[in-house]
């Protein structure tokens, strides 16, 4: 019979390889998005045409199989190991925290695109956010798998940022009940203002789709016949 240790590091190598595909087809969009838009350099814009609409596809499908693989690989992570062991162990709560958040900034990406669509592409804003999530997202991913690494071999490929940086990531990185409370209120209000201002300003409403085919800002990044 396979244990769950064995079944909780496959399920991380598929959310790993999913949200790092993601990674690279929403930010690869985003940057040949430029190039398309400035038309520089030159020798890129070509291929930038062609192959945008692709890297879009693939991103958005290994976000979403990405965000369902994190979920299996935060249950199999917790039936692999009892509870107090979890809880006892700094650098398992780090993990625990940035796989939640993380699992929040994907779900978030995969959202935004299937709420508006391929047309998100054509607001520069929009396409920002969206890349801006895939970054924040997988950094976050990034950091949980070595503190993994850290917990299962002693070492990462990201020691060297580590050392960079003074940081131990087996140390927790929990703050206090004060802080906590004070980050939680702070979310809050800023997630109250910006739903407010989205309705405010019809941003809720808004398709981003060029019906016409011609875009003031950028056009959708489709794949080519």
Known sequence: MVSMSALHTLT??????????AFIGIGG???????VWKERPRFLVSFARNSRGYLEAAGIVGALLGVFALALSAITGSLAWSSEMLLDS????NKIVLTAVSMIIWSG?????FRYGRGLWTCPAMAGLYAGLALIGMA?????????AHMTTGESLLDPLWDLLGIDPLQSFLV????????????????V??????????LSKQSFRCESGA?????????RD
């Open 12 to 21: 991380a190598e598929l959310h790993s390889g999913f949200l790092l595909l």
């Open 29 to 35: 969009t985003f940057l040949l998005q430029i190039v």
């Open 90 to 93: 700094p650098g398992a709560m």
């Open 109 to 113: 990406a995969v959202f935004i695109r």
């Open 140 to 148: 976050l991913v990034a950091t949980s798998g070595s503190i993994g």
């Open 176 to 191: 206090s009940d004060t802080v906590a409370i004070l980050i939680s209120v702070a979310s809050t209000v800023i997630l």
């Open 193 to 202: 203002i910006c739903v407010l201002l989205a309705v405010r300003t019809g």
């Open 215 to 223: 875009c003031n800002y950028w056009d959708e990044p489709r794949i």
